[in-house]
């Protein structure tokens, strides 16, 4: 079993294979399955993924009414053709913020890692999916390099905003999915490592602070980015660009601020944009809680 | 290592919008009832930290209860399931606990009818996955870095002895074994960690023993 990112790049190219391959012994050995059972199983996970963004790409609306209806803004703003950054990147931002729209309304998701980070690694594999074509199993593959990495943040560091941050949450994701785009995209392991700390580096310090406790805002729009830092932090990888820190002592550092972040910015609603005057007044507006009686 | 399975990363399927405040929150609820051994008449529901701040929000509300009410994750029916609870005439009380507790997503749940009661901790600790740390007044000391079971048996000879060999039989080596009983020949707990996943014909298995009243698997 690997322990961290740098033995489980050994692992791989040691013995040649795909982080995913690495990814898929491991489960078959730790559950006792056979690879179909496995195969078939995150195949599940996959479709539920598909349904998530297929539905918010036709637009939701949470309960609350804060969030929903971006995904369908962004697709339009596709459509036009008048973009600035890239369309493989807004497809990717929109088809997170579509899942996470989804979740938002309390749907159907796949939590990957958490429910509150759900969207970045379906949306930038919808997305590159245009791009590079993948076959069913190679999308499957996708999720199974992500979860590789992720598993490694899950025993190392934290993949929750309740003891990490938002860091952990959406930055372990956007970490997870850039790792799982360098693998779909020809990349070896190790520049699937190096797309993973460099994302994971611009993610430090990322307080979770959601409106009136609810995962909508900043979550939404974080996914988004989350996303979008994956894909830019995959092309760097692939161009050759390396982290001057290790991927493994980037997770630590994640660790280690998530430990030392206060409380009031740990998932708790008291801190960050859910304590500025319109957090605090969406919040009342939607519970109907006093001001005063939080924070 | 806290997490051994992929799916505990790139999973569960759930009712959204957060893994440990909905999803782990319906599995806590769902490992009481299970334990419970039947649907509960009355459940008083305490939250402490971030549990405490965030639960309307997150709907961890609405995922204990559908916990209760034996709906998995993935079931849509959470999302009603306080209104479900009421039309079965089930009584539910959530307390705002100020106390600190060590984990951030902690909940207390007792829970009871005219026959029992029962009242356990248990802890949300990311992406859906749960820990239980308390059953009736027993701490359980459970590492959570392996998969675990709790076996609730009735104090008599053989009782423990016939667990551990069918354990054997599927060959699943046991880490830590904790026993403990509230007074000689009544209910008694044992708490196992074992080195790898336990299979539901285990569990099944297990159940079939005399004396042994609920088999549950505590952490995945």
Same mark, same amino acid.
């Given at each position: 079993?690997?322990?961290?990112?740098?033995?489980?790049?050994?692992?791989?190219?040691?013995?040649?294979?795909?982080?995913?391959?690495?990814?898929?012994?491991?489960?078959?050995?730790?559950?006792?399955?056979?690879?179909e059972d496995i195969m078939s199983f995150m195949d599940r996970n996959l479709e539920v993924m598909e349904q998530a963004?297929?539905?918010?790409?036709?637009?939701?609306?949470?309960?609350?009414?804060?969030?929903?209806?971006?995904?369908?803004?962004?697709?339009?703003?596709?459509?036009?053709?008048?973009?600035?950054?890239?369309?493989?990147?807004?497809?990717?931002?929109?088809?997170?913020?579509?899942?996470?729209?989804?979740?938002?309304?309390?749907?159907t998701?796949c939590?990957?890692?958490?429910?509150?980070?759900?969207?970045?690694?379906?949306?930038?594999?919808?997305?590159?999916?245009?791009?590079?074509?993948?076959?069913r199993?190679?999308m499957i593959?996708?999720l199974?390099?992500?979860?590789?990495?992720?598993?490694?943040?899950?025993?190392?560091?934290?993949?929750?905003?309740?003891?990490?941050?938002?860091?952990?949450?959406?930055?372990?994701?956007?970490?997870?999915?850039?790792?799982?785009?360098?693998?779909?995209?020809?990349?070896?392991?190790?520049?699937?490592?190096?797309?993973?700390?460099?994302?994971?580096?611009?993610?430090?310090?990322?307080?979770?602070?959601?409106?009136?406790?609810?995962?909508?805002?900043?979550?939404?729009?974080?996914?988004?980015?989350?996303?979008?830092?994956?894909?830019?932090?995959?092309?760097?990888?692939?161009?050759?660009?390396?982290?001057?820190?290790?991927?493994?002592?980037?997770?630590?550092?994640?660790?280690?601020?998530?430990?030392?972040?206060?409380?009031?910015?740990?998932?708790?609603?008291?801190?960050?944009?859910?304590?500025?005057?319109?957090?605090?007044?969406?919040?009342?507006?939607?519970?109907?809680?006093?001001?005063?009686?939080?924070? | 290592?806290?997490?051994?399975?992929?799916f505990?990363?790139i999973g569960p399927v759930m009712?959204?919008?957060?893994?440990?405040?909905?999803?782990?929150?319906?599995?806590?609820?769902?490992?009481?009832?299970?334990?419970?051994?039947?649907?509960?008449?009355?459940?008083? #529901? &305490?939250?402490? +930290?971030?549990?405490?701040?965030?639960?309307?929000?997150? /709907?961890?509300?609405?995922? %204990?209860? $559908?916990?209760?009410?034996?709906?998995?994750?993935f079931?849509?029916?959470?999302?009603?399931?306080?209104?479900?609870?009421?039309?079965?005439?089930?009584?539910?009380?959530?307390?705002?606990?100020?106390?600190?507790?060590?984990?951030?997503?902690?909940?207390?749940?007792?829970?009871?009818?005219?026959?029992?009661?029962?009242?356990?901790?248990? #802890? &949300?600790?990311? +992406?859906?996955?749960?820990?239980?740390?308390?059953?009736? /007044?027993?701490?359980?000391? %459970?590492? $959570?870095?392996?998969?675990?079971?709790?076996?609730?048996?009735?104090?008599?000879?053989?009782?423990?002895?016939?667990?551990?060999?069918?354990?054997?039989?599927?060959?699943?080596?046991?880490?830590?074994?904790?026993?403990?009983?509230?007074?000689?020949?009544?209910?008694?707990?044992?708490?196992?960690?074992?080195?790898?996943?336990?299979?539901?014909?285990?569990?099944?298995?297990?159940?079939?023993?005399?004396?042994?009243?609920?088999?549950?698997?505590?952490?995945?």
């Open positions: 079993m690997f322990r961290n990112v740098a033995e489980l790049v050994e692992l791989a190219e040691s013995q040649n294979k795909k982080v995913s391959e690495i990814m898929i012994e491991q489960e078959m050995e730790v559950k006792q399955k056979t690879r963004v297929e539905r918010g790409i036709q637009g939701v609306k949470s309960h609350s009414g804060l969030t929903g209806g971006d995904a369908v803004l962004l697709q339009k703003y596709i459509e036009k053709g008048q973009f600035l950054s890239g369309e493989t990147i807004l497809d990717a931002v929109s088809k997170a913020v579509a899942t996470n729209e989804v979740n938002a309304a309390m749907g998701i939590a990957t890692p958490t429910a509150g980070s759900a969207g970045v690694v379906p949306g930038t594999l919808f997305a590159v999916k245009a791009k590079l074509n993948p076959t199993e190679e593959r996708f199974f390099a992500a979860g590789a990495f992720g598993f490694v943040v899950a025993n190392n560091a934290s993949i929750s905003g309740a003891a990490g941050g938002c860091q952990a949450e959406v930055g372990s994701a956007a970490g997870m999915a850039a790792a799982a785009i360098v693998e779909m995209a020809g990349g070896t392991p190790a520049q699937s490592a190096e797309a993973m700390a460099i994302t994971l580096k611009n993610m430090l310090g990322l307080v979770c602070d959601p409106v009136a406790g609810l995962v909508e805002v900043p979550c939404v729009k974080r996914n988004a980015m989350g996303a979008a830092n994956a894909m830019v932090a995959a092309d760097m990888a692939l161009a050759g660009v390396t982290s001057r820190i290790p991927c493994d002592e980037v997770i630590d550092a994640m660790f280690k601020i998530g430990q030392s972040m206060p409380t009031a910015l740990k998932e708790t609603a008291q801190g960050g944009l859910a304590a500025t005057p319109t957090g605090r007044e969406l919040e009342a507006k939607i519970f109907g809680i006093p001001l005063n009686k939080r924070g | 290592m806290k997490y051994k399975s992929v505990d990363i009712i959204g919008p957060s893994s440990s405040h909905t999803a782990g929150a319906a599995r806590i609820g769902r490992v009481a009832r299970s334990l419970f051994g039947r649907e509960p008449k009355w459940a008083d #529901i &305490s939250l402490y +930290g971030s549990f405490a701040k965030t639960y309307k929000g997150h /709907g961890t509300d609405v995922a %204990l209860v $559908g916990g209760l009410l034996d709906f998995d994750t079931d849509e029916r959470i999302i009603n399931a306080l209104e479900i609870a009421k039309e079965k005439k089930m009584k539910i009380k959530f307390r705002e606990e100020e106390a600190i507790s060590d984990h951030p997503n902690t909940a207390r749940i007792k829970l009871g009818d005219d026959l029992g009661e029962l009242e356990l901790v248990g #802890i &949300s600790i990311g +992406g859906g996955k749960i820990e239980i740390t308390e059953l009736n /007044g027993f701490q359980l000391k %459970l590492s $959570g870095h392996h998969p675990a079971i709790l076996v609730v048996h009735n104090d008599r000879f053989g009782a423990i002895a016939s667990v551990s060999n069918i354990l054997a039989k599927y060959e699943l080596n046991i880490g830590q074994m904790d026993v403990s009983r509230k007074e000689k020949g009544q209910m008694a707990l044992m708490t196992i960690e074992v080195d790898s996943m336990i299979d539901d014909a285990v569990i099944e298995e297990l159940k079939s023993l005399p004396n042994i009243t609920q088999v549950t698997r505590i952490v995945d």
